[in-house]
RNA sequence: GGCCCCAUCGUCUAGUGGUUAGGACACCAGGUUUUCAACCUGUAAGCGGGGGUUCAAUUCCCCCUGGGGCUGCCA
């Protein structure tokens, strides 16, 4: 049985980084028709918070990325490390490591590195190694506090990575490791290899900073007699500046994302492809599809930089694939602000439609809907066009007896504009500005359906006087 | 400092000894359009440097350079 997970602790809100790495793991766990299993990493009791607990889960479900096991789900086992470690679950296999020799105590005091910062290679001397029974008990005995550290095998540790191909560390040059802390709590080498093993992890997909914990865990997996799962390391994403991508480095958060009216589908395929490619160079893949085709082999080694032009893109893409009733349900939280009363629910599923075209984001709705909102039109002298007044006289006064639909106003307009003789761009400008004070804005003849006729001929006529005052006819 | 990883257009990438080095975003030009956008077409843009191996290197090996990561009783 083919078994993922991802394991993120909840020190932080779910951002970019973490998002991707929980959807490689996804994504791979759907290729192989394996499971893919959310684990809550909270060791760290100072910096774990619950909120940010819960921005994690819920910006993956958000993402789509849904988990067989793990928080939510129903099961006899727990899924967050606190709940494991109030069993005694890392304490019985610490326990096991010391009694077979594998482990031992250590009472020294915690290092302070950061004196020198020339001096950091630093390596633990392995002086409570060699503790006698007594001493450890006359330690103990004496309330000194105390780790347990793992004794590290001075070998060459060679795993095959997924995406690298062998990678070696000589573990000489490590000294030993703490596994449990003074405070009793297990430290994040330890946890997560008695989690992998317990719960049948078989590939561990994960960012490239953790390379140099792979050998260690490796070795104790050893330790405990099992065979450690399958590794395989993606590269960083990189900020504008090349930098690693981190909160401080303008890491958005996912929520941030869906603040901003991104779409989880199409950061979902944007985040799919960053470090990874699909074998005809497609750009736009649904989830279901990239399931199909979602093979570690294809994964970039290299760091990528967040393009957020291209994310903007793609959103667009699915954005203009929806139909407007869709996008309608979807927005309501940019639709907030405006007044309900004005439009029915069809009515503003057809304005949505009219300017369907004009979005990348969701949050672009609001600026493109302003136009069917507002109840004052401004005008400004320097575009007005005191000669066509006459021209748009006209036009108004044919207007009154159409039946207001755009495609009638459109026959009529270009009927009108060949009997005047005159460019079309002449009277699509002027009633444009006339109904809106704008310069630029949505199909002109559908936002005159919408607007109505009585409000359409009424701007008109309050357009005409506005350009005679200034003229100081 | 030590150890590890990486290196193709500005960006994301395809490419696994012989290719006109392909695609996408962005950019620029043209088309379309009432405007902006969208859309269509096209242009420009790349194998970091030096040694090898080979008939032939973007591709394989080594060195350098550059970037990134790790070096915790954080994860």
């Known amino acids: 049985m083919i078994r993922l997970r991802f394991a993120p602790s909840p020190t932080g809100n779910l951002h970019i980084g973490s998002a991707r790495t929980a959807l490689f793991n996804y994504l791979y766990a759907k290729f192989l028709k394996g499971k893919f299993i959310l684990r809550i990493e909270d060791t760290d009791i100072l910096r774990s918070k619950k909120e940010y607990e819960e921005d994690i889960i ?7 990325i849904n988990w067989d096991e793990g928080p939510g789900v129903d099961s006899v086992q727990s899924y967050y490390q606190l709940d494991r470690w109030k069993q005694g679950i890392y304490n019985q296999y610490c326990q096991q490591l010391i009694e077979e020799g594998k482990a031992y105590y250590c009472f020294c005091e915690q290092e302070e590195k950061d004196k020198d910062p020339l001096q950091l290679s630093y390596k ?3 002086k409570c190694r060699t503790l006698s029974n007594e001493q450890i008990k006359e330690n103990i005995a004496k309330k000194i506090p105390y780790a347990i550290r793992f004794k590290v095998c001075e070998e060459v540790v060679v795993f095959r990575d997924l995406v690298r191909g062998d990678i070696s560390f000589d573990m000489a040059l490590n000294g030993d490791l703490v596994i449990m802390r003074s405070d009793g709590m297990p430290t994040y080498n330890f946890a997560v290899v008695v989690d992998d093993m317990d719960m049948q992890i078989t590939h561990v997909i994960r960012g490239e900073d953790h390379i140099s914990n792979t050998p260690k865990q490796i070795q104790i997996f050893n330790a405990l007699g099992k065979t450690p799962p399958a590794y395989g ?12 991508l981190s909160k401080r480095h303008g890491a958005k958060s996912i929520t941030e994302f869906k603040n901003e009216g991104y779409l989880p589908e199409a950061l979902f395929n944007f985040l799919a492809l960053l470090g990874w490619s699909h074998p005809e160079d497609k750009e736009v893949i649904f989830q279901e599809d990239l399931m199909t085709v979602y093979d570690m082999a294809r994964v970039s080694k290299s760091n990528s930089v967040f393009n957020i032009e291209k994310l903007n893109w793609l959103n667009g893409q699915y954005l203009r694939s929806y139909t407007a009733e869709h996008i309608y349900n979807i927005s309501s939280e940019f639709l907030d602000g405006f007044n309900k009363s004005l439009y029915n629910k069809d009515q503003l599923i057809y304005i949505l439609d009219v300017i369907k075209e004009n979005l990348n984001l969701l949050s672009d709705i609001p600026t493109q809907l302003a136009v069917f909102f507002t109840t004052q039109v401004i005008y400004e002298k320097e575009h007005v066009q005191l000669e066509m007044i006459p021209m748009i006289e006209k036009f108004e006064q044919g207007l009154r007896d159409l039946e207001f639909t755009s495609e009638v106003i459109s026959e009529y307009t270009n009927n009108f504009v060949k009997e005047n003789n005159i460019k079309k761009g002449q009277i699509f400008h002027n009633v444009r500005y006339a109904v809106s004070a704008q310069q630029k804005g ?14 359409v001929c009424q701007r008109i006529g309050n357009y005409i006087a506005y350009v005679k005052t200034c003229s100081g006819s």
């Open 58 to 64: 819920s910006g993956l479900k958000w993402l789509g």
């Open 124 to 126: 633990y001397s392995g």
């Open 233 to 244: 390391h993606i590269s960083m994403i990189l900020g504008p500046d090349k930098a690693k």
């Open 442 to 455: 949505p199909s002109l003849f559908k936002m005159l359906q919408v607007f109505g006729k009585e409000k």
